[in-house]
């Protein structure tokens, strides 16, 4: 069975930081490009971050660039969100999804419309002002 789960979602005040993770199992992790994505109540849903092979630059929204981090760990079939300096602007349910598209700009950038390989079922994140 194919399982992503994401955890480490909260409550956290401005400034402070949260690490998201996405444990994947239930299909060959090395193949495919993760990345990590949110929806605000009534905003669109957004590519926050996605990373694949290492031959791949991980892409960032501009939205979080230089606060957010990326990175993996092949071993633990886990991919890690570390967020840093976060603000009321990025509280949001955030997803991690997996798809064999090979650039990490490709998947955070994908249409609505475009049905990828899996998801999770999400993590709240919110953060108090």
């Known amino acids: 069975e194919v399982q992503l789960v994401e955890s480490g979602g909260g409550l956290v005040q401005a400034g402070g930081s949260l690490r998201l993770s996405c444990q994947a199992s239930?299909?060959?992790?090395?193949?495919?490009?993760i990345g990590w994505f949110r929806q605000a109540p009534g905003k669109e849903r957004e590519g926050v971050s996605c990373?694949?092979?290492?031959?791949?630059?991980?892409f960032y929204a501009d939205s979080v660039k230089g606060r957010y981090t990326i990175f993996k760990d092949n071993a633990k079939n886990t991919v890690y969100l570390q967020m840093d300096s976060l603000s009321p602007e990025d509280t949001a349910v955030y997803y991690c999804?997996?798809?064999?598209?090979?650039?990490?700009?490709?998947?955070?950038?994908?249409?609505?419309?475009?049905?990828?390989?899996?998801w999770g079922r999400g993590t709240q994140v919110t953060v108090s002002s």
């Open positions: 999804a997996a798809d064999l598209i090979l650039n990490p700009i490709r998947l955070c950038t994908v249409e609505p419309g475009y049905l990828l390989d899996y």
């Open positions: 990373i694949g092979h290492s031959a791949y630059t991980p």
């Open positions: 239930g299909f060959t992790f090395d193949d495919y490009t």
